[in-house]
């Protein structure tokens, strides 16, 4: 019988994570292991990867004395000897959460998105999109919506007027709702001075102001959510929450496997761009809410911690 969400074994499942500390890849992480804590009572060890690789060593002896892990996780290419490490020693399973710089046979699970490439083998599991902490909204209100604001990467350029002018007529041509818009890290300093200068409709909240748990609480309830399409990560976030998503353009500069992702969400209707949406302003995607971290803790638990 499979265990239900919300309904914890009383069987701890003591978990390594190995983390380089990137933003991106704890969330996948900590995505996972809230996934797997509906299900089993987690006890959660982190581990940074930086610093000596002997000290380290010695580390994971010690943890292991105090802490034995049931399982190993990783995500990003400098967890993975570890990962290895950790299952030479201690033979337990290990599990990455991407795409391996190293052979697939060489872990015992891999956690990939679609994006990179399908694999056949018996130890893949395919996501749509990476993994995330976002939880399905159960009621979500129609008076509200949000902007996600990116930035340029190798795979994107970008043009604060020509963006600028998207959110303009998307907030005029939706007067009555509330809209929230934030940057990231990535987002140029003087975007912002492009943007209406009185806007009563926007609140801003630049990244530098959100604590953790303002995205997922603006995803948890907001109805209608704009992600610049370079901001991959969060356009599968706004997907998971359930959101009707749009993607606000940037230009395309490094045609790649992100475009490939983006270019399958597109053909599947779970999502529109914003040229669509000018030519049928009432185009609505299909309803979908993806929850990879729920599907993949399930299978983990059922199929591979044997």
Not at 54 to 71: F, I, T
Not at 175 to 187: E, V
């Amino acid at each position: 019988m499979n265990r239900q969400p919300g309904r914890p074994s009383a069987q701890p499942l003591n978990i390594w994570c190995f983390t380089d500390n990137k933003p991106g890849h704890r969330n996948q992480l900590q995505g996972l292991i809230n996934a797997l804590s509906t299900r089993r009572t987690v006890n959660s060890n982190w581990l940074q990867v930086d610093g000596s690789f002997w000290q380290k060593l010695k580390e994971l002896r010690q943890h292991y004395k105090v802490h034995a892990p049931d399982l190993i996780l990783g995500a990003g290419h400098t967890t993975h000897k570890y990962l290895l490490l950790s299952r030479w020693l201690f033979g337990v399973k290990t599990v990455v959460l991407m795409k391996p710089s190293l052979p697939l046979s060489w872990f015992d699970l891999a956690l990939i998105p679609e994006h990179d490439g399908l694999h056949s083998q018996a130890n893949v599991i395919t996501t749509r999109g990476v993994i995330n902490q976002i939880k399905p909204g159960q009621q979500k209100n129609a008076r509200k919506g949000l902007f996600l604001i990116g930035g340029p990467s190798k795979h994107y350029g970008w043009n604060n007027q020509q963006l600028a002018e998207q959110i303009t007529a998307i907030l005029s041509a939706y007067p009555k709702l509330d809209w929230q818009l934030t940057t990231s890290r990535r987002t140029p300093e003087d975007f912002l001075a492009y943007l209406p200068t009185e806007p009563k409709n926007l609140t801003i909240t630049p990244h530098t102001e959100c604590p953790p748990s303002w995205l997922p609480q603006q995803l948890s309830d907001t109805g209608r959510v704009w992600v610049t399409e370079d901001s991959v990560s969060m356009i599968y976030e706004a997907l998971t929450a359930g959101a009707t998503t749009g993607l606000l353009e940037v230009p395309i500069i490094k045609p790649g496997r992100l475009q490939q992702g983006i270019k399958s969400l597109l053909q599947d209707a779970l999502l529109f761009r914003y040229s669509d949406w000018l030519k049928h302003p009432a185009i609505k995607p299909r309803p979908v809410q993806l929850n990879e971290a729920d599907r993949c803790a399930e299978l983990i638990l059922k199929d591979f911690l044997l």
